[in-house]
């Protein structure tokens, strides 16, 4: 039976049938997530436009099978921010999680920016993790420190304070998804983004206009599948294939008729990618 059967009669009756958000120290700082069920852990990351929210239908719908984490990130959610938009901080938090929370070689699902994070985190010496999944992410983009914010982080900044959150959400989460959508889940995606802080959204934003994971991927060993969806509207193609060629190790698949939150817009086929992966026997390492 579907997470969504029956249909709530909100999407906040939906969020109310997660257990509360819990808090944990790591480095001092707080950081906030959503933990439902028993056996193999999996550790979900959010995008730009998420929280440990995002995750909603996976925590409802793997949680019979697997213990499902989904974190804040630094500045999102109920998680201190970090000081500086420096990958580096991003993941230190990233692993102390990890092991705060006592999680042993977890299965590590990072979309988007959450693809990014983990994806240095993979490639680190003595790195926690068993196998890792790419969803809709790419390499960061590499700018100098100096380099100023974009122009559209500048304009996305405006709109969040001008429009206000529940605005900004809406108009965030239409432009990230394949349209048509089941407006039900639309609204999910909406009510996700409209939580997206200020300083949040600031200093992830400039973590991926400097972060450059192209000297990394070679040294990722654990077994990794790289999702793709196919009408995601905001990692642009040449940075999907560009992807693709850096992990000539991992698995390739791309979700049809999905834009840029298949974990919403096609939680089944998203799940059946995942959770196939996770039974696969073959050695998966990188052949070299």
Known sequence: ??????RPSSVDALI????DRQSIDVN????????????????????LLGSAD?????????????RVISWDAPGYGQSDGVEDPDIELFVKQLQGFISALGLVAPVLVGHSMGGVLAARLAAAP?????????SCTHPGYGAPRDTPPTQKLQDRMVALKEEGAVAYG???AGAMVAHPIDPFLLEVAAHVAAGTRPDGLFTATRMLQFADLRPHYQHIEV????????????????????LKELTPFA????????????????????????????IEETDLTKAR
Do not use: C
């Open 1 to 6: 039976m579907s997470v969504l059967s029956p």
């Open 16 to 19: 109310a049938r997660l257990p």
């Open 28 to 47: 001092g700082l707080s950081v906030s997530y959503r933990a439902m069920g028993e056996g193999t852990p999996i550790l979900f990351l959010h995008g």
């Open 54 to 66: 995002s995750w909603v239908l996976q925590l409802l719908g793997l949680s019979n099978r697997y």
């Open 126 to 134: 003595r790195q926690p993790v068993s196998r890792l999944v790419l």
């Open 170 to 172: 809406r108009e965030r």
């Open 223 to 242: 077994p990794t599948k790289v999702l793709f969806a196919e009408r995601d509207p905001v990692v642009q193609p040449a940075l999907s294939a560009e």
């Open 251 to 278: 698995l390739h698949e791309t979700l049809p008729n999905v834009g840029h939150a298949p974990y919403l817009e096609d939680a089944d086929s998203y799940e059946r990618a995942i959770t196939a992966f996770l």
